[in-house]
């Protein structure tokens, strides 16, 4: 409005200010809980850029030694360096009830030279020196450096002999380096989660049979998600198809709400290329990871310009029991929550394709109803960490009339207490206005 309206407005003096402020507060109010329904990110398809650590994460330095060990604290993420030959340690200091889960994710820039072999070993050990738990991760055969993680674990369990108790326990992390061709520092993101025990006794096997068939295809429209740039930033996606881009050399995370009982499916698939020809080997690489960001497995394909595909193997329904499993991508699968979809296009593809960006699909399946969680006694740092919430399968659903509809069902659940007092307050105002605008 320009200033001779307003003038104009006040010379009549026909609409008090206080209805103005009402109307102004009802728009802001309205725009707030708008915002509140979790919608799709816009689909952009810019040039790879750097791994989004965690906000506000905290600086660490990692030591050579356990006696120069730097605390690390339950429920925080950490940021940190790993340098060529690097074998860091981090201290823990552990109650003899929770497990404890700490992850490292190494970030080498873009341009940096990998080989296959190349890559990251996690490992908890206690104060004794000896390990608990280690996992290994290498770049594979995409040989193009993105972002890898790999996890380590202080299991407080009745069936373990070995970490058990309150103490003293460190992280050790250890760059693998086999071919000796990255010199560069590594930027390293730290995160420590710890799990509850439970309320009462449960099963200590892991379900003896499963579903392991590959299931039908996901069917029905497509609809367009961006995927994020780190673990804290991932995209929520649920059941569905979802369309991306992807340039060489970037990596896109994604996030999938899993509940206990329920069993994920996972295709990504990579559109034709509008030039060139060749065939780039390990080109696509489909990586999951569970809600503490351990690494579930890995998928990879290679690609000749035309539409190839890379896909999870299946794996078990989400239990607490699959950690008394066999195989470590059973164990993974141990907890509910936000299962992270990691996709990367290796950067030789754009020596034999060009620089894109070329088309991603991906193609999510979530098999079987929720069920009912083990029951803990007590809660995870962070808290929530092993759940699926109402908001996270409405942030994962896809867009348009059923997924806007599910939206605002939870915005009327979830944000009734809040909706009700600020529209009861407008209300107080407005009338308040109208009564003073009555006496004048």
Same mark, same amino acid.
């Given at each position: ?20 402020? %009402? ?129 380590? /674990? ?235 919430? /109402? ?18 069902? /939870? ?10 007092? %600020? ?18």
């Amino acid at each position: 409005m320009d200033s001779s309206a307003r003038d104009r407005r006040a010379r009549r003096g026909r609409r008090p200010w206080p209805a103005v402020a %009402v109307r102004s507060a009802a728009a802001a109010a309205l725009l707030g809980l708008s915002a509140a329904v979790p919608g799709p990110r816009a689909v952009a398809a810019g040039a790879p850029g750097p791994y989004d650590f965690t906000g506000g994460a905290r600086s660490v330095s990692g030591a050579p030694t356990t006696a120069d060990a730097r605390p690390l604290e339950p429920g925080r993420t950490y940021r940190s360096s790993l340098p060529r030959n690097g074998k860091l340690y981090y201290r823990l200091r552990l109650d003899a009830a929770s497990t404890a889960y700490v992850s490292a994710t190494a970030v080498p820039g873009a341009g940096t030279t990998v080989s296959a072999t190349d890559g990251l070993r996690v490992s908890v050990r206690d104060a004794h020196g000896g390990s608990c738990s280690y996992q290994a991760t290498r770049f594979g055969t995409s040989r193009s450096p993105h972002p890898v993680a790999a996890w380590g /674990a202080r299991e407080a369990s009745a069936g373990h002999t070995l970490c058990q108790g309150a103490g003293t326990y460190y992280v050790y992390v250890e760059r693998i380096d086999a071919s000796g061709s990255s010199p560069d520092t590594w930027p390293l993101e730290l995160a420590v989660v710890t799990e509850p025990p439970l309320a009462a006794a449960g099963a200590t096997r892991a379900p003896g049979t499963w579903d392991s068939a590959s299931p039908g295809p996901v069917t029905g429209r497509a609809g367009d998600r961006a995927g994020g740039a780190g673990f804290a930033t991932a995209s929520p996606v649920g059941q569905g198809i979802w369309r991306d881009r992807v340039r060489p050399g970037q990596t896109l995370f994604y996030r999938v709400p899993v509940d206990w009982g329920q069993q994920l499916h996972a295709t990504a698939e990579l559109g034709g290329a509008s030039g060139g020809s060749g065939y780039a080997d390990g080109a696509l690489t489909l990586a999951l990871y569970n809600p503490v960001r351990g690494c579930v497995e890995e998928a990879y394909a290679g690609y000749s310009g035309r539409r190839t595909s890379a896909a999870l193997a299946p794996l078990p329904p989400v239990a607490y029991a699959n950690r008394y499993g066999f195989a470590d991508q059973v164990k993974a699968v141990r907890f509910a929550g936000s299962y992270y979809l990691v996709v990367h296009l290796a950067d030789q593809t754009a020596e034999v394709f060009g620089a894109g960006p070329y088309d991603l699909t991906l193609r999510v399946r979530v098999d079987g109803a929720a069920g009912p969680g083990p029951g803990y006694a007590g809660q995870s740092e962070p808290r929530n960490r092993f759940e699926v919430t /109402a908001q996270d399968r409405n942030a994962a659903a896809p867009a348009g009339p059923a997924g806007g509809a599910t939206a605002l069902r /939870a915005l009327a659940v979830g944000g009734i207490g809040s909706g009700t007092a %600020v529209l009861a307050a407008l209300g107080v105002w407005t009338l308040a206005a109208r009564r003073r605008a009555v006496a004048r």
